[in-house]
């Protein structure tokens, strides 16, 4: 079966850190990029970075990142472990959201940038 499932989500105080991972099987991540997204309740969801393919590396890939997180967030890909890991630091309050994973043939500057497939989520709770 083809699935991304996230995992890594849990509760953690205001300036903890928590690392998502966003795995895939039934298909071979070397070849897409990964998008990070975050959904609060009652909001819009909202795009937290992105990773493009490896290309001739075995684990890099152009990488970008929402102005709320730059400088704390770090996104990652290990293709041999077929993962893409979100390192989050200096967490804070307004980071509480469901964090979902999506995999795509795009790159991550390109304008267009179509999911293939979805994880179910993993919720990021911070809060003192």
């Known amino acids: 079966q083809v699935q991304l499932a996230e995992s890594g989500g849990g509760l953690v105080q205001p300036g903890g850190s928590l690392r998502l991972s966003c795995a895939a099987s039934?298909?071979?991540?070397?070849?897409?990029?990964i998008g990070w997204f975050r959904q609060a309740p009652g909001k819009e969801r909202e795009g937290v970075s992105c990773?493009?393919?490896?290309?001739?590396?075995?684990?890099?890939?152009?990488?970008n990142y929402a102005d709320s997180v730059k400088g704390r967030f770090t996104i990652s890909r290990d293709n041999a472990k077929h993962t893409v890991y979100l390192q989050m630091n200096s967490l804070k309050p307004e980071d509480t959201a469901v964090y979902y994973c999506?995999?795509?043939?795009?790159?991550?500057?390109?304008?267009?940038?179509?999911?293939?497939?979805w994880g179910q989520g993993t919720q990021v709770t911070v809060s003192s």
């Open positions: 039934g298909f071979s991540l070397y070849y897409y990029a």
């Open positions: 999506g995999a795509g043939r795009f790159l991550c500057d390109e304008s267009q940038r179509p999911y293939d497939y």
């Open positions: 990773i493009s393919n490896s290309g001739v590396s075995s684990s890099g890939g152009s990488t």
